[in-house]
Nanobody, 123 residues
Framework: VQLQASGGGLVQAGGSLRLSCTVS????????MGWFRQAPGKEREFVAF????????SYADAVKGRFTISRDNNKNTVYLQMNSLKPEDTAVYYC?????????????????WGQGTLVTVSS
């Protein structure tokens, strides 16, 4: 399984970006997926989760109401729409494949990771 994240860039505070993560293989429709982020000098932290069929989503408190996770199983792609961006959202964003449908806020329950895409929000 290979994950390829894209869509990062430099944006002003208040702006928007949409991240994409394309997953190789034919079983993507069975995968629960998550987004994490890691700012310089900090640990990787949970951002958002989506279940295999898209019926269940969950967000970190810091992004709730501003970010939206979605997926297109026909395109093997999961998205992270980020609105009202803040300088504290600056980080490398990673998509990952989950092996758990419940304990999804920890990196320990993800077995495959994308390479990360950098999001920089200027004030």
């Amino acid at each position: 399984v290979q994950l390829q994240a894209s869509g990062g860039g430099l944006v002003q505070a208040g702006g928007s970006l949409r991240l994409s993560c394309t997953v190789s293989g034919r079983a993507f429709y069975l995968y629960n997926m998550g987004w994490f982020r890691q700012a310089p000098g900090k640990e990787r932290e949970f951002v958002a989760f989506i279940s295999w069929n898209g019926d269940s989503t969950s967000y970190a408190d810091a992004v709730k109401g501003r970010f939206t996770i979605s997926r297109d199983n026909n395109k093997n792609t999961v998205y992270l729409q980020m609105n009202s961006l803040k300088p504290e959202d600056t980080a490398v964003y990673y998509c990952a494949k989950s092996i758990s449908g419940s304990d999804y806020r920890t990196t320990r329950t993800y077995d495959y990771w994308g390479q990360g895409t950098l999001v920089t929000v200027s004030s």
